[in-house]
Nanobody
Framework: QVQLVESGGGLVQPGGSLRLSCAAP????????MGWYRQAPGKQRELVAH???????YYEDSVKGRITISKDNAKNTVYLQMNSLKPEDTAVYYC?????????WGQGTQVTVSS
């Protein structure tokens, strides 16, 4: 059973920042594309950003310039630094690992942006 362990969610005011973390087993981290998805109430789960094993990144248009994905290979951890947060960023954020046909999910962490 592959476990992706997320942390860092919480309540933040509009304009504030949060950093999410996701720790993965080394065998997964070195090979898989690691990503963050989010799902707001009543909406479909959507990709926020991902980073490949080689370090290439992708961002969904609405988060470009505000959110940065990065990884620490020594800690087998991927991060999602979120700045200038907006109420519409409120969602459950899920860590994801995928490679060919294999997909793994974390348990999700709630991010709430509200004054």
């Amino acid at each position: 059973q592959v476990q992706l362990v997320e942390s860092g969610g919480g309540l933040v005011q509009p304009g504030g920042s949060l950093r999410l973390s996701c720790a993965a087993p080394g065998s997964i981290f070195r090979l898989y594309t690691m990503g963050w998805y989010r799902q707001a109430p009543g909406k479909q789960r959507e990709l926020v950003a991902h980073i490949t094993s080689g370090g290439s990144t992708y961002y969904e248009d609405s988060v470009k310039g505000r959110i940065t994905i990065s990884k620490d290979n020594a800690k087998n951890t991927v991060y999602l630094q979120m700045n200038s947060l907006k109420p519409e960023d409120t969602a459950v954020y899920y860590c994801n690992a995928r490679w060919r046909g294999d997909v793994y999910w974390g348990q999700g962490t709630q991010v709430t942006v509200s004054s």
